[in-house]
Every structure is written in structure tokens, then in C-alpha cells.
């Protein structure tokens, strides 16, 4: 199973709002790099929902419910299904993440302007221990 970390500005589409509809197709990225991370998804993996611009913070996991498929008329975009998980316990900020060091690789931190990143194993694992902190 692979790791990501999705972004959404809430104000669009939050947490709360994959939560009310149960399900929802991420489409609209238009960066050949996250489109790359889209393309390699697959059903069952695991993904972070991190709320950008207003709380900078990671609240969720969500699931891969669907592989990519194109979006668009354009050949280099794609989208996937997601359906939320479980809320974390509590959210972890932008500022905790950057503070940690064994999170310093991490690509929110490393590539901050990217809506689809990749996520280690040990990562995930940092992140679910400071959200239960």
C-alpha cells in the first residue's frame, strides 16, 4: 500500500464536506507532478486530507476507492475516487510538522506548493502519533 497526502483549500471542499458525501472524485489538478502521483494511486492506499490556505493542517484519512481515469480533454490529467476513513484524533498543524525533525524530508515540507505528495511508512506513522498527542 502506498501513502499520500492530498490537499484542498476547505473553503472549496473541506474534510467535513468528504465526510457529508461519503465518496468524491479529486480531479482538478493541474501539475504534471501530482497528476504523476495521481496516476500511480491504486485502490487501497491511503491518503492524508491536509486543509491548505486556511488551517495549514492535516485532519483525515482517506482511502484510493478508484484507480485514475482521465479528467478532462487533456491526455496529461487525471482524477481518482476517495472516501474519507476516520478523522485524526486531533489535527496536526503545518507548524508541528515543520518543528519535527524526522519530518523534515517530508514533501509537504520539502515541496510545499504540491497538492498530491508522497508519504512513507514512517512519515504516516509520525504524523498518527502527533495527532494522538
Known sequence: MNLWLMKSEPETF??????RDGKTEWDGVRNYTAAGNLRAMKKGDRAFFYHS???LEIVGIMEVSREAKPDGDGKHWVSVEVKPVEPL????TLKQVKAEPALAAME???FSRLSVGKVTPDEWKQVID???A
Open 14 to 19: 473541506s474534510w467535513d464536506d468528504l465526510v
Open 89 to 92: 484524533k486531533k489535527p496536526v
Open 130 to 132: 502527533m495527532s494522538k
Open 108 to 110: 509537504l515540507v520539502k
Open 53 to 55: 490556505v486556511q488551517g
